[in-house]
Structures are given as structure tokens and as C-alpha cells.
């Protein structure tokens, strides 16, 4: 069965991530899954004696528990309707996790915020796991609120009754993946949401005609490639965004005033692992509202 899965370890950023997963399973009408991983379960041994002695060990599992229990009474009592279970895995997160997210549709994840500075501060299981994952994965910061994702009401305040900010997708006109420009227009479309496209670019001359022509150009390939999927989204109202620079940054600055932001990730499978590109990197380490990775072929 279909399923959301979210990693949770306690920590304020994967409570916020599994808030965030509640909210997309019962707009996909998908359960939910909660899932603590992690080797530290593992029986520890006293010295000298050799013999297991079990008393961490059980207080961890016990701890873990707990946290499965409670945030699944919690997240069932906040969201009617909502599916949700907990599982307790005592292996290495990161495989873990990628073996029960093979019947998922989406793994969700939580990352730090970088002190005062909006953004994720991601760490080597959050990064091996966008690598590795078959699956789009979802990084939510944490603080990251219901109402973040909706626009402020006529006072300004924050409201989980006002539309839906942007989603927001970078866009390779170059080479365009359909499974990541499609997952950003279900996601605008379950959110009734508009699409806000970027696409970064480099000015090859300083000859301003030229320019305004390679811009056109690539304005003209930009309405090609989404022509398709506004004809099978046509409740979805797109802007095609073309800048000077890095795609990273514009991203980044999109994030400030977007529901989502929607990149791709390459499939290399090499023996070291997994490869994450530039402008995926940038977006995940200092993008201010929650960013999903698509990986594609």
C-alpha cells in the first residue's frame, strides 16, 4: 500500500517534519507512516565482563516507544481521518529507512535551521539519504508551521485559511525530467496553488542585443517544455521565471515566499554512493521553506 513515510527522532526539526507529513498524507488520502530508526538500539556490553548488560538499551527502545506512541496520538488527534502507524527499527537509519520508503511515495525528513539564518543545515544521513533515495524525499525545517505554507491574512498574521503560497520548481530546460516538473504540478494542483518556474542562465556576451535574443530564446524553450503540462494541469496558473546566474540562488530566494520547492536530483550509481548537483546542494542548505528532491534518471 501507498504510504507517506517520516523519519522521527525527536528532535524539534523531525516533529515538525512528521507535522508536515500528516498534512500531505490527507491531501493524498495516503496513511502515514512513522518510523525511528537506528543502530544505537543495539545491545551494550560492560567492560571486563564481556556479559550484555541491557539496561540502556531497553531505556533507548523504551524512549523510542514512547515517541512512536505519542506522536501517533497526537498527529491522529490534530488531523481527523489520518491514517497513521509507528514502527521502531533497530538498524542503521539511512538503510533503514530506504528499505521501507520502497512502497512509499514520499519520505519526508527533518533538517536544523542554520542559527538565525533561514535554511537547513544538513548532515551526512540527510544527504545520503536524497543520494540514495528512489523515492522523492522532503526536507522540513525545523519551526516550519502549517501556516507558513498559506499566505498572511488581511492583518498580516499568519492563517491556515488563506491560499497557498507558490510552489516553486527549478527547472533544466536542458534536460527536463517529467517525474520532477510533474510531482511540482500535483503539488501545486492538491494545494490550489500557483507554480512559480526558475530557470537560471548564463549571458554568453556582453552585446546587449544579443542577449535579449538568447533570452527570448530561452523564454521561448521554457514555454515549450511546460506547454504539455499546463494542457493536463490547466487549473494550475504557471510563471516562467528566466535568470541571470546560478539557478541555486534564485531558488533560494524564491523559498522565502513559496509553500514547496521542487528540485531534481540525477540517479549515479556509483560505488562511492550517490552524487547530489550544485544547485540541489545550494537549495537544500539554505532554502527557507520546505524543499522536495526528485530523483530522475
Known amino acids: 500500500m501507498s504510504a507517506i513515510t517520516v523519519g522521527l527522532d525527536g528532535s524539534p526539526e523531525s516533529l515538525a517534519a512528521a507535522d508536515w507529513a500528516a498534512r500531505e498524507a490527507l491531501q493524498r488520502d495516503v496513511p502515514l507512516r512513522l518510523v525511528h530508526a537506528g543502530d544505537s538500539l543495539r545491545p551494550l556490553y560492560a567492560p571486563f565482563t564481556g556479559f550484555p548488560t541491557l539496561d540502556v538499551t531497553d531505556v533507548q527502545r523504551e524512549w523510542a516507544a514512547d515517541l512512536l ?34 512502497d512509499s511515495e514520499l519520505l519526508v525528513i527533518g533538517s536544523r535551521r542554520l542559527g538565525a539564518v533561514a535554511g537547513f543545515l544538513v548532515g551526512s544521513v540527510a544527504l545520503a539519504l536524497v543520494a540514495r533515495a528512489e523515492r522523492p ?9 502549517a501556516e507558513d505554507e498559506h499566505l498572511p491574512d488581511a492583518t498580516g498574521a499568519g492563517s491556515i485559511t488563506t ?4 510552489v516553486v520548481l527549478g527547472l533544466d530546460t536542458e534536460n527536463p525530467c517529467d517525474a520532477v516538473v510533474e ?3 500535483e503539488a501545486a494542483r492538491r494545494r490550489a496553488a500557483g507554480l512559480r518556474v526558475v530557470h537560471g542562465w548564463t ?23 511546460l506547454r504539455p503540462w499546463q494542457d493536463k494541469f490547466p487549473g494550475v ?30 540517479r549515479r550509481h556509483a560505488s562511492v554512493g550517490g552524487h547530489i548537483g550544485p544547485v540541489t546542494h545550494a537549495v537544500l542548505q539554505h532554502a527557507s521553506a520546505p524543499v522536495a528532491v526528485v530523483p530522475h534518471d
Open 69 to 102: 506512541r505519542e506522536t501517533e496520538s497526537r498527529l491522529a488527534a490534530a488531523h481527523p481521518g489520518l491514517r497513521v502507524t509507528g514502527r521502531q527499527i533497530e538498524e542503521q537509519v539511512v538503510p533503514a529507512l530506504l528499505t521501507t520508503t520502497e
Open 137 to 145: 524525499v522532503v526536507l522540513v525545517r525545523a519551526g516550519e508551521h
Open 163 to 166: 491560499p497557498y503560497r507558490d
Open 183 to 185: 510531482f511540482a504540478f
Open 203 to 225: 549571458e554568453p556576451t556582453a552585446d546587449g542585443y544579443g542577449a535579449a535574443l538568447d533570452a527570448e530564446q530561452l523564454r521561448r524553450e521554457l514555454g515549450d517544455v
Open 237 to 266: 496558473e504557471v510563471t516562467a521565471q528566466t535568470a541571470i546566474g546560478g539557478a541555486g540562488r534564485h531558488l533560494v530566494h524564491a523559498s522565502r515566499d513559496a509553500a514547496l520547492v521542487v528540485v531534481g536530483s540525477e
